[in-house]
């Protein structure tokens, strides 16, 4: 027998014959007309496994045990009588029942209650017997169930034997069908708020309800083969996003489907919750399982500064709508954000004031500066080193300035270097009390020498705008080009590539990422992480750059960094180091993350130019089998993708969708996508699809 709940409970059997009679005579029902329930399937028998009729039946069997593989009917006569008394009970229960009073209905909230009936136990049994009472010490449903499934032989069951168990799941049988207490009527809901934001147009209401149904439960490709078709689930967030743009409202019959989705893919959620606007909160407080809607919301309807409801959130929230309470008074007000922070500091868990000490970097700013300068003394390591790094932040704090007076007597030019200026390096011998209390680790991790440890921790910790003065006046470019003695320019340049992203020093990362051309691994830091700092028109042309010198092999990192969408320079770059990896007869999927990049990144407006490569290219001699038919998959799905995402924009923008986007319309008119010429019929995939 399968686990409870999950299957459907096959028939119960038939009593076997026996001498005692077990017929029931003719009963009535509380109308006072003849009760036919006898001549009836035993109630349950088709249903869940999980009713109260089922539950019996599997009660019924499982309590009667077996022995070597043959059903022992000792308990077959009276689980006769006992189903005689559930059907008699509940026939009488029914009839005596007023009809259930739900609640009112909203979409996608929880607990419907229904008005109860008589007690099961002043219910008559059959032929003017008593039905059986719960003995004493009672016990609970799962207990009765669990031991009927055992059996009597795997484990004594409640009350001592089979006869106690099958009159307890009786009358617990009636009572759970009939015995349900009456629902205690509570307040009217308040209505829902309103959201004077413009309605979707009619085109974009139905895209957005076929993106919601046909998306994965996790998001992204739900594994295997993709086909040829658009991956609806990445394409959710860039919809939200555009609709967001245009200030639209969502449709009040979506927001269950969207608050499900965001619950599924917390990358969705603030999209979401911006474009669902306050109805949202209003349908969330009725279902938990939304509960994330009301913790985030309050980053977008956080109470008034110093009111009292700002107040009892933080004290009385969840440690989750604390942190977002804090985040959003950081936005509006950053003293009051700390005043309210300092109220409880001494109070909080370390792992808490970690989280809290972090959303100071929210309006990050010299008043935060006495607060953080006290959090250095804290009991908590993590907690210490977090406000050493935002302290480090702050090139006026006192911290600050005493990491670059460490730091000036390890750095310096060498002054018998000669006609050739070079730098020298002289590491920390020793990391004091003074450096850990500044934040300076002082345990190495596997691998790494001590004194380079704590070198590049006192560095990176230094305001960059130091070390011009230090070496002579000169610009980062000149800086970065002169030689370090002794084999410490590594050591030196990752210091100063950390310290140029954390302090978003868009000049010193122009001169550390190094021109394209270079190979990706000779470089001091990451090059990803540098790009990042500089303007997103820069960023694609050295990615463009990158891409003409080096392929696709070690570009994805770098385009994950790139504004979207990608520029014309970058997108071409892209799609003609695609193709040229399919010309080398490579497979498609070694290239698959930078072809999902694509899908989402490209200009929609380059679906045309790039049909052609959809065609089934001719195998070459030295080529992988079959690489060419998979290429043109691929090229399907990438060029399908974008004409899917220039019809959204159009949809959005009020616009009908063209006749020949190869996508489906609201009224699934025009073509489903007659690929490019070679494509066969699976050139392009429609968003029905």
């Not at 349950?44 to 070597?68: D, I």
């Not at 991790?445 to 705008?465: K, M």
């Not at 992988?624 to 159009?650: I, N």
Request: with cysteine; aromatic share 4%.
């Amino acid at each position: 027998m399968s686990t409870l709940g999950t299957t459907v409970a096959p028939e119960a059997p038939e009593a076997p014959e026996t001498t005692e009679n077990t017929s029931r005579p003719n009963t009535q029902n509380a109308s006072g007309t003849p009760d036919t329930a006898g001549t009836r399937e035993a109630p349950g028998t088709t249903g869940a496994q999980g009713t109260p009729e089922a539950a019996y039946v599997a009660a019924t069997r499982g309590a009667t045990g077996t022995k070597r593989g043959r059903p022992d009917t000792a308990g077959a006569p009276r689980a006769s009588e006992a189903a005689a008394y559930a059907r008699d009970a509940s026939t009488a229960a029914a009839a005596s029942t007023p009809d259930a009073v739900p609640t009112d209905a909203v979409p996608g909230a929880r607990g419907r209650e229904s008005v109860g009936a008589p007690r099961a136990d002043a219910v008559p049994g059959p032929a003017g017997r008593s039905a059986p009472q719960a003995p004493e010490g009672a016990y609970g449903w799962d207990e009765l169930v669990s031991a009927a499934l055992l059996g009597a032989e795997r484990r004594t069951p409640p009350g001592g034997d089979v006869k106690a168990l099958l009159d307890t799941a009786a009358v617990q049988t009636v009572r759970r069908r009939a015995g349900a207490l009456a629902a205690v009527p509570g307040p009217r809901l308040e209505p829902a708020p309103d959201d004077g934001r413009p309605a979707l147009p009619e085109d974009a209401e139905w895209r957005l309800t076929t993106l919601l149904a046909n998306r994965s439960p996790s998001g992204g490709s739900s594994g295997g083969r993709r086909g040829p078709g658009p991956d609806l689930g990445e394409l959710l967030p860039q919809w939200l996003a555009a609709a967001n743009e245009r200030g639209y409202r969502a449709p009040s019959a979506v927001l269950p489907a969207l608050l499900d989705a965001a619950r599924a893919r917390t990358d969705l959620r603030a999209e979401t919750l911006t474009f669902a606007g306050p109805r949202a909160l209003w349908l969330a407080r009725l279902n938990p399982d939304w509960k994330f809607a009301l913790r985030d919301g309050v980053r977008r309807e956080a109470p008034e500064v110093g009111s009292e409801e700002a107040r009892r959130l933080w004290e009385e929230g969840l440690f989750a709508e604390r942190v977002a309470l804090l985040g959003a008074l950081r936005q509006r007000d950053p003293a009051a954000g700390l005043a309210l922070l300092e109220s409880t500091w001494k109070t909080e868990r370390a792992e808490d004031r970690l989280m809290f000490l972090d959303s100071l970097r929210q309006g990050l700013g010299p008043d935060d500066e006495p607060f953080l300068d006290q959090a250095l003394a804290d009991r908590s390591r993590t907690v210490r080193a977090t406000a050493a790094e935002l302290l480090a932040g702050l090139p006026d704090s006192a911290l600050a300035r005493r990491m670059a007076e460490r730091a000036r007597t390890c750095v310096s030019l060498d002054p018998l270097g000669g006609g050739t200026p070079r730098v020298t390096v002289e590491a920390p011998h020793e990391c004091d009390a003074a450096m850990q209390r500044d934040g300076v680790i002082p345990k190495p991790p596997a691998g790494r020498g001590e004194r380079s440890w704590w070198l590049g921790q006192l560095v990176e910790a230094t305001p960059l705008d130091v070390w011009r003065e230090r070496l002579g006046g000169r610009t980062p470019e000149e800086i970065v080009a002169l030689p370090v003695a002794d084999g410490w320019r590594e050591d030196l340049h990752a210091a100063w590539c950390r310290a140029a992203v954390r302090q978003r020093a868009e000049e010193w990362a122009r001169a550390l990422v190094g021109p394209p051309t270079a190979p990706f691994g000779e470089g001091p830091g990451d090059p990803a992480k540098l790009l990042s700092v500089l303007p997103g028109e820069e960023r694609g042309a050295w990615a463009a750059r990158f891409i003409a010198a080096h392929g696709l092999s070690e570009a994805f990192r770098i385009l994950g960094v790139c504004a979207v969408p990608w520029s014309l320079p970058l997108g071409r770059a892209v799609v003609d180091a695609l193709e040229i990896a399919r010309d080398a007869g490579s497979y498609p999927w070694s290239f698959s993350g930078v072809m999902g990049l694509a899908e989402r990144c490209l200009d929609p407006a380059d679906a045309e130019r790039l049909a052609p490569l959809a065609a089934v290219p001719d195998e070459s001699e030295d080529g992988s089998p079959g690489a060419g038919a998979y290429w043109a998959e691929a090229f399907q799905r990438l060029v399908a993708t974008l004409r899917l995402r220039e019809a959204m924009l159009r949809e959005l923008a009020g616009q009908a969708s063209d006749a020949g986007s190869a996508v489906a319309g609201p009224e699934g008119s025009g073509p489903e996508g007659a690929g490019p010429e070679g494509a066969g019929p699976t050139g392009a995939a429609s968003i029905s699809a």
